[in-house]
């Protein structure tokens, strides 16, 4: 009985110290929201508090959706979906490639190239910045869509470093078979090693959408006309206090800009514990 | 092993495969690259020619800028204090919820959540606002009692450690990675060691820790790397003030190159950061001999 007990009351400890914890970390989450519920007059009056005193959300989306400067927010929106989406998949395509040929095929200097990929990853991605401003202003692509796009369509190195992992971790006899079978090499990628590789896709996936959506660094060189802002760029501008003074439209939109991730995440979180787990038996 | 001749069909193949990350490969890092280290030698605004100056630049920086050594400082503590903070916080979270209680897939998301939102702009309006004048931090120590006269942001001496609270706020991702590693520890390890009559804290220190060396040292050489990369926390919500206490090295990079059109300067202060992070990760990999404890007979 007293072992049981004991059980009991640190199974009961337990769920209040991570419960705790799982307010705190999500508290800024819960007060954004709730902020961009409160009315701007009452906002700094009761700050942290997580229930409003005066609602006031339809003004503060509907005044966040106006938009900044004559542009409304969903051109912005519209802009980041399809950079990302644009993006991702070409991230997505074109890091499988590269992990099916670094370790499924055996190619001259593909080591030499894999250690490319990994060197890439050492590098913060910020000092190549001005030399690809200036490649892209020489191809008069600075200012485009098509700049924000460019530097991830090609890959990124820690999703070929994941994708080789999980490759690594499926026999090859599986793709032997196929080509037994008479399987040509991209039927074989596609139709048999695509669907038991579906997991680190997605992880993949999850990642590169992540961090194209939330990308502010190349945007904020490259870019300069409003109408081709990205949803960080335009949350910059309501930003400031001198352009824009509506603290509830200002959350309102930074609510509206991470719900696509969540939404993301949310559908796809169950394949991104597997693919992570999955990695981890290898690394 | 004898080396096979590579195939021609295979060479085909690969390079087929590989064409679109080459591509890229070659246009956005390879021809920047040699770009860069050219231009880092040369004075250059964008509208004159490139001149060369030789190490000029590099000179510059390391004698005659004290707004560098400021950034080189403040990014420092940033990493020097975030990391450990950052992983000793995950390993704890993770070592708690690798038992079998009911709910642990709603506390992972809850805590893993930080870490997918943590480089949006939103997050940072959140930061600045909670830790700012009239803020969240304010109104909270006010009701305990305790009247702020700056706010945490606006005081030199607290302003970074908001921004370094932050990024450990973000210790999701470490956390997960984490707690895959701990599932894969043979349980044999921890029953043998029970019935030598060992304690918790010595199975911590004697199994726990010596087999997660690995993945501390994954973890480590990844999140060293990214501390570096800080920039849109100390652009947003400081603008690396007050008095550049949050001045980031690539913030610093950043004006040089758009504030003041330095080009060729900015390009010597990135190459100076490759060189710094380059050094971290030889050390660590000369290093983990020592420490890093890989079982024998693993790949």
Redesign the interface.
């Known amino acids: 009985m007293s072992v049981y007990k004991k059980k009991k009351l640190n199974?009961v400890l337990?769920?209040i110290?991570?419960c705790a914890?799982?307010f705190i970390?999500?508290y800024?989450?819960l007060?954004?929201v709730a902020?961009s519920f409160k009315s701007n007059e009452t906002m700094?009056l009761d700050?942290?508090s997580l229930i409003p005193q005066v609602w006031d959300a339809a003004k503060n989306y509907a005044s966040g959706f106006e938009g900044i400067g004559g542009v409304p927010f969903m051109t912005f929106f519209g802009n980041s979906m399809i950079v990302t989406v644009v993006g991702m998949v070409?991230c997505v395509?074109?890091?499988l490639?590269?992990a099916?040929?670094?370790s499924r095929?055996?190619?001259?200097f593909?080591n030499f190239?894999f250690g490319?990929?990994m060197m890439?990853?050492?590098?913060?991605?910020?000092?190549?910045?001005?030399?690809?401003y200036?490649?892209l202003k020489k191809l008069n692509l600075i200012d485009t869509r098509v700049a924000l796009i460019?530097?991830w369509?090609?890959?990124g190195a820690f999703l070929?470093f994941l994708m080789v992992q999980f490759f690594q971790g499926i026999p090859k006899e599986l793709d032997e078979a196929a080509e037994i079978d008479g399987c040509g090499?991209v039927a074989t990628l596609f139709r048999i090693l695509v669907p038991v590789v579906s997991p680190s896709i997605i992880t993949s996936s999850?990642f590169a959408f992540?961090?194209i959506?939330?990308d502010?660094?190349q945007p904020l060189?490259f870019m300069s006309t409003t109408t081709k802002f990205t949803?960080?760029l335009a949350?910059?501008m309501y930003?400031d206090p001198n352009s824009y003074n509506n603290y509830g439209g200002?959350?309102a939109m930074?609510?509206i800009?991470?719900l696509p991730?969540?939404i993301f995440?949310i559908i796809f979180?169950r394949y991104l514990?597997d693919g992570?787990?999955m990695?981890?038996?290898k690394? | 092993m004898k080396k096979?001749p590579?195939?021609k069909k295979?060479?085909i193949?690969?390079?087929l495969?590989?064409s679109?990350?080459?591509?890229?490969?070659v246009?956005?890092?390879l021809?920047?690259?040699f770009?860069?280290i050219y231009?880092s030698f040369t004075d250059f605004n964008?509208l004159n020619t490139p001149s060369f100056v030789g190490v000029d630049n590099y000179v510059r920086a390391f004698t005659q800028d004290d707004t560098f050594y400021q950034a080189l400082k403040v990014t420092f503590i940033y990493v020097l204090v975030l990391v450990p903070c950052r992983l000793a916080f995950a390993l704890f979270?993770a070592m708690?919820?690798n038992?079998n209680?009911k709910?642990l897939g709603?506390?992972?998301?809850?805590?893993y959540?930080?870490s997918?939102?943590g480089?949006?702009?939103?997050?940072s309006?959140?930061?600045?606002?909670?830790f700012g004048n009239?803020?969240?931090a304010f109104?909270?120590l006010k009701?305990i009692g305790i009247e702020q006269e700056i706010s945490f942001l606006g005081n030199t001496k607290t302003s970074l450690g908001v921004i370094i609270l932050m990024g450990v706020?973000q210790f999701g991702s470490s956390m997960?990675?984490f707690l895959?590693?701990l599932?894969?520890i043979p349980q044999s390890l921890y029953e043998s060691a029970m019935v030598d009559g060992a304690k918790p804290w010595q199975m911590f220190l004697k199994i726990t820790l010596p087999q997660l060396t690995?993945?501390i040292f994954?973890n480590l050489i990844l999140q060293i790397?990214n501390g570096?990369?800080v920039?849109?926390e100390s652009?947003?919500i400081t603008d690396g003030g007050p008095l550049d206490s949050t001045l980031s090295y690539?913030l610093y990079?950043?004006r040089r190159?758009?504030t003041y059109f330095d080009?060729g300067y900015?390009?010597a202060l990135?190459?100076i950061?490759?060189a710094i992070?380059?050094v971290f990760?030889v050390v660590l990999f000369k290093t983990q001999g020592s420490w890093v404890h890989y079982e024998a007979g693993r790949e």
């Open positions: 199974s337990f769920h110290g991570a914890l799982g970390m999500i800024p989450l007060w954004l902020s700094f700050c942290y070409g395509a074109t890091s490639f590269a099916y040929a670094f095929i055996r190619f001259k593909g190239w490319c990929v890439t990853m050492m590098i913060p991605a910020q000092v190549m910045v001005v030399p690809q200036i490649i460019l530097p369509f090609f890959g070929i090499r999850i992540y961090w959506w939330q502010f660094f060189i949803v960080p949350l910059n930003l200002l959350f930074s609510v800009s991470i991730i969540i995440f979180q514990v992570i787990a990695d981890g038996i690394g | 096979k590579f195939k295979d060479n193949a690969g390079y495969m590989l679109p990350w080459l591509f890229g490969f246009l956005m890092w021809i920047p690259m770009i860069s231009y964008l979270v708690i919820l038992k209680h709910g709603l506390y992972r998301t809850l805590y959540i930080p997918i939102i480089g949006s702009i939103a997050v309006v959140v930061w600045k606002q909670i009239q803020g969240v109104a909270l009701l706020w997960l990675i895959s590693a599932k894969q690995p993945t994954f790397i570096f990369r920039f849109t652009y947003v690539v990079m950043y190159a758009f080009m900015s390009c990135a190459w950061l490759v992070v380059g990760t």
